[in-house]
């Protein structure tokens, strides 16, 4: 659970996930509130780790996944600390890691009946060109490329290249990318959009400049990957 100045919210978030979660992970991304203190106070199985400067959502991410790595665990979930991921679709999102059908799978807002309603317009336009741009430059069929509820399993936190991922916001394209150069199965379930009292930290700069910046370094990822598969044929 990445935070970065989530006082008003975490509790929440923590009070939200499910009972038959076996640790939870908090990453404080160097908050200037009392993130860490509060989510202290909140019984379970949770862990709160700090960073001591402030590295951007993917690097909090990154610092999770490992630890939840560290600690053994076959499946790991990434939700959100201002509670804008619904706790009660997490058992969707983990039953195709389950079954075995997908090593990474993503939650899908754009897919929620009438999504459009739930979520405030510009986000709702923002992610259908944001995702369209992604599905072009990975070549994979995703509908919410931004969406930050996911779960994976062991085998993709151990193949995925955590020091390479973008530590900033940008960061699930980045990752969508590194999973379809390694071959990993991607797939999407529906989740209910949640919108309430959170603020978004996604500035006018990150959809200019970051997020497109993002997405065109995967698809140039995928296009030296196809070159080093031409080159491989040819030799062969």
């Given at each position: 659970m990445p935070a970065y100045n989530e006082a008003k919210l975490i509790r929440r978030a923590l009070d939200g996930v499910p009972p038959f979660v076996d640790h939870i992970v908090v990453v404080d991304d160097a908050s200037a509130d009392a993130t860490t203190e509060i989510a202290r106070t909140v019984e379970g199985p949770i862990a709160v780790i700090e960073h001591a400067a402030?590295?951007?959502?993917?690097?909090?991410?990154?610092?999770?996944?490992?630890?939840?790595?560290?600690?053994?665990?076959?499946?790991?979930?990434?939700?959100?600390a201002d509670g804008?991921?619904?706790?009660?679709?997490?058992?969707?999102?983990?039953?195709?890691?389950?079954?075995?059908?997908?090593?990474?799978?993503?939650?899908?807002?754009?897919?929620?009946?009438?999504?459009?309603?739930a979520m405030p317009r510009h986000r709702w336009l923002g992610n259908h060109l944001f995702s369209l741009l992604t599905r072009q430059a990975i070549g994979v069929d995703l509908q919410d490329s931004q969406c930050g509820s996911v779960t994976m399993n062991r085998r993709t936190q151990?193949?995925?290249?955590?020091?390479?991922?973008?530590?900033?916001?940008?960061?699930?394209?980045?990752?969508?990318?590194?999973?379809?150069?390694?071959?990993?199965?991607?797939?999407?379930?529906?989740?209910r959009p949640v919108y309430g009292l959170e603020r978004s930290g996604i500035r006018l700069h990150h959809v200019l400049f970051i997020i497109p910046f993002v997405i065109g370094r995967a698809w140039l990822r995928r296009q030296a990957l196809r070159r080093e598969l031409a080159r491989s044929t040819s030799l062969g």
């Open positions: 402030n590295q951007g959502v993917g690097a909090a991410i990154t610092t999770g996944c490992r630890h939840a790595l560290s600690l053994g665990a076959d499946l790991t979930a990434v939700m959100a804008q991921m619904d706790g009660a679709d997490l058992p969707a999102l983990l039953a195709p890691l389950i079954a075995g059908e997908a090593d990474f799978v993503k939650g899908n807002r754009l897919g929620w009946p009438e999504a459009s309603k151990e193949r995925l290249d955590w020091d390479q991922l973008w530590k900033g916001y940008g960061y699930p394209n980045d990752l969508l990318s590194q999973l379809a150069v390694r071959g990993l199965r991607v797939r999407e379930i529906p989740v």
